[in-house]
């Protein structure tokens, strides 16, 4: 990875707040930036429903420390057959597949219309990781859409077009939410529903990330 430039403040900082108070830097500096990010692990109730439960996370980082894992996926994630727009299948069995960032997009912007809240998902897809990181240093984690493991993607199954987007399924597929990067260890900091708060290979995770279709969605 490209190295970044910081202010001294920056580079001295332990702990940060953006402007609204609600996002807290654990570390920031030109070589590393740590969100503080709590995780939330999927399983048992939702083995298949990694995507709400990213969304979950990625909420209760803006605020909304209250919000119960299966609030999103029961109450606010549309349910279908085309895996753009709707999950497809059941998040609380095995059986279930999955969606992408126009699902979780509505699922989300529902949630924060009814909270009252200014706050907004946005659709990032066909965004370069390096903007996505730069969200980051600005204090915004991501959800993103990458394999369970960091293993190498396969496509497979199915493809459906939505707004012009082509959306091929791939194997293994898994949400998580982006909080931070490394880069004297070219690494990037995920929290990841399965595996909890981990540290994944740069270059293997962007890898994924651009095979995939560079699937992400930040709430600002």
């Known amino acids: 990875m490209q190295s970044s430039s910081s202010s001294p403040a920056e580079e001295k900082a332990s702990t940060q707040k953006t402007e609204d108070g609600k996002l807290d830097f654990c570390t920031r500096s030109y070589l590393r930036v740590e969100l503080k990010v709590e995780n939330v692990r999927q399983n048992p109730e939702l083995p298949t429903g990694c995507e709400s439960v990213a969304a979950t996370i990625a909420l209760r980082s803006v605020g909304y420390t209250d919000l119960e894992k299966c609030t999103i996926a029961d109450e606010y ?3 279908g057959t085309n895996y753009a727009v709707s999950y497809v299948g059941n998040p609380h ?5 999955g969606c992408f960032p126009p699902a979780i ?4 912007n529902k949630y924060l219309r ?5 706050l907004r998902a946005s659709d ?10 730069a969200l980051v240093d600005s204090g915004y984690p991501v959800i ?5 493991g960091n293993v190498s993607a396969r496509t497979g199954g ?11 399924w791939y194997h293994p597929e898994h949400c998580m939410v982006l909080y931070g990067y490394d880069r004297e260890k070219d690494a990037v900091l995920i929290s990841d529903p399965i595996d909890g708060n981990v540290e994944r290979s740069y270059q ?4 994924n990330y651009d095979a995939i279709g560079q699937y992400a969605v930040v709430i600002q």
Request: net charge negative; glycine share 8%.
């Open 144 to 148: 993103i859409w990458n394999t369970q």
């Open 158 to 168: 199915a493809s459906v077009t939505y707004n012009g987007t082509v959306y091929q």
């Open 114 to 118: 009814e909270q009252g809240s200014s």
């Open 204 to 207: 293997q995770f962007k890898k």
């Open 105 to 108: 997009v509505s699922a989300v």
């Open 124 to 133: 990032l897809t066909g965004t370069d990781l390096e903007e996505l990181l």
């Open 93 to 97: 069995t095995s059986s279930g597949a």
């Open 77 to 79: 994630l549309t349910k």
